[in-house]
């Protein structure tokens, strides 16, 4: 006789979740994108903080601040912000719950104060696309200088 208990059913979907986001995670982070280009390697620099979406290489923020976009592609009005010179905390009202991409040129905390979930920034962290479906430029909302 087959039996079945709710942990083993809450157990086996749990593990099919915890794969599905760990693939999802991949895809996004090493997939081209739709137009077929690859997406270029953290280690190839930029002229500028402000580049197209169509640019190969992302923008490099300077050396102790972490740039923020709200379109995907670094486009849209940058924001820059840096410990000591930036004040620690909110972002501004264009950037709230809509961080499109950034790059880090030091390190730092992404918050969202609704749910208290806290993200730690490395030097060299950098997204094309933080504003899609289950990344957290969508939530984004603070930054601080630890977590």
Known sequence: MLRTSWQEVSAFVAT??????????????FAPPPDGRPEPSPSVTAPSVTASPETTAHPRCAEGAICLWPERGFAGKVWVWSAGVSPEGGIPDYLKDHVGSFDARTVACFVDTETGTRRPVAYGDWSRKYIDIGRFGRVLDRIETRC
């Open 16 to 29: 099919v979740v915890t794969i599905g986001g760990a693939i999802f995670f991949l895809i996004d982070r």
